[in-house]
Every structure is written in C-alpha cells, then in structure tokens.
C-alpha cells in the first residue's frame, strides 16, 4: 500500500476555500467545459479520460444500481461537498433520491460510499483515501483497472493530522465485495463485474 502524502503545491499555487470554489463556479471563472476538481484547497486538473475508463464507470454502474435499496440514489461523476474539498468521485451512492441532491451535493454524512476507477490514476486516487477519511466517508472503493483489482477502505479516522482508514482490503477478480451502506451487509459484489 502506499504512503498517502500531502499534495506538494506548485510556489505560485493559491489555496481556494470550498466557498471560493463555488463563487468561481457562480461567476462562470470555472464552468463546464473546465475540467477540474478542489482537492486540499487546489483547483487540480481532473485525468483525462479513455474507453477503458469510461467503460467500466459505466460496468461500475450497471452492476452497483441494482443492489442500491430504497433511500439511496447512486450519482455519477458528480461533486460531493467536503470541508476543503468537492472532488468528484466516479460514483458516489448518497441518501435520498435524485431530486434530493438539485440545490447542493452530499456532504459527508449524506454518502454511503465512494467509487473511483483507476488506471493512471491511481496514485490520485489512493491520494483522495486520505481527504475522504478526513471527511468521515465510511467506505471507499478503488477499481484497479491495470492490477485489476478493487481497494476498499473502511473505518475511516476523521478529521486528525494523518487521516486514514483504519481498513484497507484487496480483492482479486474472483472475489466478491461486502457491500456495506450505513454499517449493514446488503449483498455481494463479483470483483469481475466491475472490471473490463
């Protein structure tokens, strides 16, 4: 596993605030066509995309939704609001239903679980284990899709001066995944749906 580090800023690079953030959005500095993400108070480009990527958030999707029960809604590449973040995860499963997320994004007590798919990525992406066990999110999974593989983290440690997860598994594509949503088991994840 590797070490999570702090981002190391360029010496020019400004730290924004997550309502700084949202007034770049509101005034149009930042809009649709940017695609970018704040994480730890930088504005940082989000990776590019490809097939292979692009595919399995939609493998991720189609094998997640149908498990999701009642009071859940599953977002797609969509922003959830932290205390210095709003990344936006692949797939975050959130409480409530489509309707409930139309004047601002889940925050940390509103998510279930967060989803990132990985291939170059992955370095980030194990980064972000470190914002999201700041902010309390309770599971995040990682799709490897170069080792193909799925990271989960549990257990996460809040806000402290090294956060982490307490829980770190891997598992293999013959495996299955516990899918857990607010502490509770509701079901099995085959590691090979979720891979290409």
């Not at 149009?28 to 989000?46: F, H, M, N, S």
């Not at 409530?96 to 989803?115: F, I, N």
């Not at 999201?132 to 899709?145: D, E, F, H, Q, S």
């Not at 891997?170 to 891979?195: F, H, R, S």
Request: aromatic share 6%; charged share 25%; hydrophobic share 35%.
């Amino acid at each position: 596993m590797s070490i999570l580090r702090p981002p190391i800023p360029p010496p020019s690079a400004h730290q924004f605030t997550v309502d700084e953030h949202h007034r770049m959005i509101q005034t149009g500095i930042l809009d649709e066509t940017d695609r970018v993400e704040l994480l730890e108070g930088y504005v940082v480009d989000k990776m590019p995309h490809n097939p292979s990527h692009d595919g399995s958030i939609q493998l991720a999707q189609e094998t997640l939704a149908p498990r999701i029960p009642a009071g859940w809604c599953m977002r797609i590449q969509s922003a959830v609001t932290l205390s210095d973040s709003e990344p936006e995860p692949e797939i975050t499963v959130a409480r409530g239903t489509s309707r409930t997320y139309l004047t601002s994004h889940p925050r940390p007590a509103d998510v279930g679980m967060l989803v990132e798919i990985a291939d170059s990525s992955l370095s980030r992406d194990r980064d972000k284990a470190r914002i999201y066990a700041r902010a309390g999110v309770a599971i995040y999974w990682i799709v490897k899709l170069l080792d193909r593989q799925v990271e989960k983290y549990a257990l996460p440690s809040g806000p402290t001066a090294t956060p982490s997860y307490g829980r770190q598994s891997t598992y293999c594509i013959e495996d299955k995944i516990p899918l857990v949503l607010d502490g509770i088991t509701i079901g099995d994840v085959a590691a090979k749906d979720l891979l290409p």
